[in-house]
């Protein structure tokens, strides 16, 4: 059945809505923060949509409600700093992708063979050889370079996400980034690049993304951000398809899954065929919302220090339907991180509570096109960057079954591992190493932003350990849920989970701000050079 519209929204003000909700009765732990999750992931919001009527519906609900507790406005109008986009979509009729070996052409299909993203303008027509450079990655502090000796000028590259188990996992999620594959290989003279997944680590089925193809991509106006630049195409290959990629090469993509799997180095070598693209594409400009709001410190001298409580507010909007369902409400991604610093900030307000140092509640905008409201921030900060100290980043936290353990993102990098592990202890919470670093969820939420710029920075979320029950319902989870309608109000939630998670979020919070020491980057990580450098 087709969801309600949002016209539905426009019949009740904003006032009217937040009665409604605070008339809801309490109804045991998590319910406050359960009322804020739907309100966001409503279907009157239409999936939040960066740059949608939603998206600046629920920034005016969370700046409502940072206002109603205690919070001074710190955007740069109020609560608000506007973030400009170019919002881009593919024309697929008009565009198209061959591959072309021994003067045969073989048509790939869009969509079933492979999809053309809009990251970057795509080429009106591009002819290029191809080249596998195995994972793409330059770590010169590792001494692993797979750009050696090849020769890349004018080339598209193809490569397999991942890395080698010889790369930290960190430092392995850090050289994957868009920005800094793109960097080496700019500098190597690719004219594009083609990845493709190892099958065996996908959040996200093949099916599913042909799917997703059709939403706009988004992209920050501000061309001194743009870590793409000087890139003409950017094509993502379906794994079951990516044989005619390596025809005739003597090598097979089969044999490479292998490699890949075993943690080892991957062959690089020119590829038989070549590329012959077409493509047109439209833009349009749009703004969105950050949104960003202090409770100031108690402390004469810390409160002029900043500890930072983000989360984002975006999802995926409207989109082409899944099982007669177009609204990708996004509940736990991340309806319900924002929900967590409504809560906690509620908690604060309610309490009197204040910390020495200033604490900056930082929800961002188009986070699932990049982490682009958060870059956005990082560059264009509404509190000095060098007085923000630390950072703890709430997403998708996925509170579906009783908190026992927690999986840490950057726990070895700096001393909010620790500092963490004795908050989470005194709720009888084990605090975990991620067990699935090929995923690369340390560079995929805002908290790399502010690695980033030096800032020590920390994300967690449930954990489990490998084999467990727990594991195996958050795989099913991300196969069935992530990304899709199905992330609605209508999925098992454990709201006494989540209420615990908030208390230790918000006893975290309270450690960081509250300590004689700012938070420091462990002595060994690789990132605390951000910090002596200004960043990137």
Known sequence: MRKKSLLVLVALSLPSLLAVLAASPDVGPGAQWWSYV??????????????????????????????????????TNGYIQPVKFYSRRIVEEQSGLDLVSAGKTEPLRLGDDAIIRAQVPPAAHLRAGLVFIGYGLSVPELKYDDLAGQDLQGKVVVYMAGGPSSIPNALRAHAQSTGERWRALHAAGAAGVISIANPRHMDIPWPRLMVLRFSPTLRLADPGLDDLAGNRLVVVFNPAQAEKLF?????????????????????????????????????????????????????????????????HVDHLGVGEPINGDRIYNGAMDNAAGVATLLDVAETLHASGTKTRRSLLFLVVTGEEAGLLGSRYYTFHPTVPLAQTVGDLNVDMFLPIFPLKQLIVHGLEESDLGSLLKEVAAKEGVEVLP??????????????YSFIKKGIPSIFFSFGYTKGSPEEATVKQWLSNRYHAPSDDLQQPVDLAAAAKYDKIVLGLAEAMADGDQRPQWNPDSFFRRFAVTGGQ
């Open 434 to 447: 991620d067990p699935a670093p090929e995923r690369n969820v340390f560079i995929r939420s805002d908290q």
């Open 38 to 75: 739907q309100y966001l992931a409503s279907d009157k919001l239409e999936g939040r949509g960066t740059g949608s009527e939603g998206h600046r519906v629920a920034a005016d609900f969370v700046a409502k409600h940072f206002q109603q507790d205690g919070l001074t406005p710190a955007g």
């Open 247 to 311: 025809a005739g090469s003597g090598h097979t993509f089969a044999e490479l899954i292998d490699i890949a799997e075993r943690g080892e180095q991957l062959p690089r070598f020119p590829l038989v065929v070549s590329l012959d693209e077409h493509a047109k594409y439209t833009q349009q400009e749009v703004t969105s919302q950050n949104i960003a709001g202090i409770l100031p410190g108690s402390d004469p001298a810390l409160k002029q220090e900043y500890i930072v409580l983000s989360a």
